[in-house]
């Protein structure tokens, strides 16, 4: 059974810092693309980046708005997903999911799993 | 970016009815086109992929339709559970979201 564990979210002020994990168990964790999702109270999914397997050469991607102040990176070794989140802005409030891309689906990414996600809450 | 665009944004129905759910991409998008649904507290849900293959253990009265910009959602004989919110995503190019359609009980 394919389970995801998002953790480390917390109320953080702006211009603060986070880091996010995601363990996940019941697949091949170091061949999948892994992929950050978020949701804001209220708002619709956004998707935020993926980095791929390391044996695709571990390169990532991110959506344009957090390009420079989230870095998702990965541990093979721990089965584990981060998310390192810095300056950290009111916006980045949300409910933080990890899932990993369908395999074979890699290029055109389809999420059958999701955790339960882990709230990050920005505010002073 | 692709923008998906999702309408209704929110519509109510009873228990039993047919309900449609549409989602347009900005530009073309083959059949990349997944469907989501979220309930509160609950973990995404995939629904269908690829425009119209139904998730495995996903109920019947789910289908969807569509290819390069225009897409929908049908649910058949709404069920409670069925109160929800749908969300559309793309996926021919990065990864996209619709902004929801809120599904409520008339």
């Known amino acids: 059974e394919v389970q995801l564990v998002e953790s480390g979210g917390d109320l953080v002020k702006p211009g603060g810092s986070l880091r996010l994990s995601c363990v996940a168990s019941?697949?091949?964790?170091?061949?999948?693309?892994m992929n950050w999702v978020r949701q804001a109270p209220g708002k619709g999914l956004e998707w935020v980046g993926r980095?791929?397997?390391?044996?695709?050469?571990?390169?990532?991607d991110y959506v344009a708005p957090v390009k420079d102040r989230l870095t998702i990176s990965r541990d093979d070794s721990k089965n584990t997903l981060y998310l390192q989140m810095n300056n950290l802005k009111t916006d980045d409030t949300a409910v933080y999911y990890c899932s990993p891309s369908r395999p074979g689906w890699e290029l055109f990414p389809v999420f059958d799993y999701w955790g339960q996600g882990t709230l990050v809450t920005v505010s002073s | 970016d692709i923008q998906m665009t999702q309408s209704p944004s929110s519509l109510s129905a009873s228990v039993g009815d047919r309900v449609t759910i549409t989602c347009r991409a900005s530009q073309t998008i083959s059949i990349y086109l997944n469907w989501y649904q979220l309930r509160p507290g609950k973990a995404p849900r995939l629904l269908i992929y690829a425009a119209s293959s139904l998730q495995s253990g996903v109920p019947s009265r789910f289908s969807g339709s569509g290819s390069g910009t225009d897409f929908t959602l049908t649910i058949n004989s709404l069920q409670p559970e069925d109160f929800a919110t749908y969300y559309c995503q793309q996926s021919f190019s990065s990864v996209d979201f619709g902004r929801g359609t809120r599904l409520e009980i008339k």
């Open positions: 019941g697949f091949t964790f170091s061949h999948a693309w």
């Open positions: 980095i791929r397997s390391t044996t695709d050469g571990g390169t990532i």
